[in-house]
C-alpha cells in the first residue's frame, strides 16, 4: 500500500513541478562537429570570396540582357540604393524573432539547446552560401545598368549574385523561429499564423534585394529555399525518437524501482 502510494506521491509531484520537456536532444560530439564544419566552410568561403578579381571592363561592355534566361531578364539593370538600405532592415530583425522565441514560455527553460541548434541553423547556411558566392562568378542585374559608372560596374562585390545570402539568413532565422515554436506546442492553434509570419520576412527581404538590383528572381528563390530547410532541417534532425516516453529511478528505504512516465 505504500508502495503504491509513493508511485502516486511522484506521479503528482512529476505533473506538477517538472518543466515540459523539450522535443530536441543534443549530442555535443556531433553537434560540435556540425558546428565546426560549418564555421570552417563559413571562414573558406569568405576567403575565396575576398580573393575575387574585378570584374573586366571587356566583360561589362559585352553585357547584354538578351542572354540572361527569360524569367531573370526582366531585372537586368535595376537598381536602387535606398532600396539596397531598407532591405537590410527586415534582414536583421529576423536575426531577432529566434530570441524572441527561445526567451518565451516552456522554450526558455532549454535556452542553451536551442541556442545551439540555431547556430548550427545559421553556420550551415553561411557556409553554402559563401561558398557558392566564392566558387561562381554570376554577375549582379545592377552591373547590367549602363547609367552607372564604369568602375562601379567593375567592383568584384557584382560577382555574387548567385545566390542571395540575406534572404537565405533572413529564411533560417524566422522558418527555425517557427519550427521551434510549433514544436514546443504542437496543439497550438492557428499554427498558420507562425508559419505565414515566417515566410513573410524573408519574401520581403528577397523583394527588395531584386528591386535594388543584388540578385535575380531565381537567387532570391534559391536563397529563400536554401535557407527555410536549414532553418526547418536542423530541428527536426535533432527531434528525439521517444520523447514521451521516460523512465525515472526510485531509491527509497522502503521502495526501489524505477517510474515510467508517458505524456500526452
Do not use: C
Not at 549602363?146 to 548567385?162: A, G, I, W, Y
Amino acid at each position: 500500500m505504500r508502495s503504491k502510494f509513493l508511485i502516486l506521491l511522484l506521479f503528482s509531484i512529476t505533473l506538477h513541478s517538472q518543466n515540459k520537456p523539450s522535443p530536441y536532444e543534443i549530442s555535443w560530439a556531433k553537434d560540435a562537429t556540425w558546428l565546426g564544419a560549418g564555421l570552417a566552410g563559413t571562414a573558406g568561403g569568405f576567403l575565396i570570396i575576398q580573393n575575387k578579381d574585378d570584374i573586366s571592363e571587356e566583360t561589362i561592355l559585352n553585357l547584354d540582357k538578351n542572354n540572361v534566361p527569360s524569367f531573370d531578364r526582366w531585372s537586368a539593370g535595376n537598381y536602387d540604393d535606398d532600396l539596397n538600405k531598407i532591405s537590410d532592415i527586415p534582414f536583421y530583425t529576423s536575426f531577432a524573432v529566434p530570441f524572441a522565441v527561445l526567451f518565451t514560455g516552456d522554450q526558455n527553460n532549454h535556452i542553451g539547446q536551442l541556442s545551439v541548434m540555431y547556430l548550427e541553423s545559421l553556420s550551415t547556411t553561411a557556409a553554402l552560401f559563401t561558398l557558392s558566392a566564392g566558387l561562381t562568378d554570376r554577375i549582379r542585374p545592377r552591373a547590367y545598368n549602363e547609367d552607372l559608372d564604369l568602375d562601379q560596374r567593375m567592383k568584384s562585390t557584382n560577382t555574387r549574385s548567385f545566390y542571395s545570402g540575406h534572404v537565405a539568413a533572413s529564411a533560417t532565422a524566422t522558418f527555425f523561429a517557427a519550427k521551434v515554436l510549433t514544436d514546443f506546442n504542437p496543439d497550438m492553434k492557428n499554427k498558420w499564423l507562425v508559419w505565414t509570419g515566417a515566410a513573410i520576412i524573408p519574401a520581403t527581404v528577397g523583394v527588395l534585394r531584386v528591386e535594388a538590383g543584388n540578385h535575380f528572381l531565381s537567387d532570391v528563390l534559391l536563397g529563400y529555399a536554401m535557407g527555410a530547410a536549414s532553418g526547418i532541417l536542423i530541428p527536426e534532425l535533432h527531434k528525439k525518437k521517444y520523447e514521451n516516453l521516460s523512465f525515472t529511478p526510485v531509491l527509497d528505504s522502503r521502495f526501489q524501482g524505477v517510474y515510467l512516465s508517458y505524456s500526452f
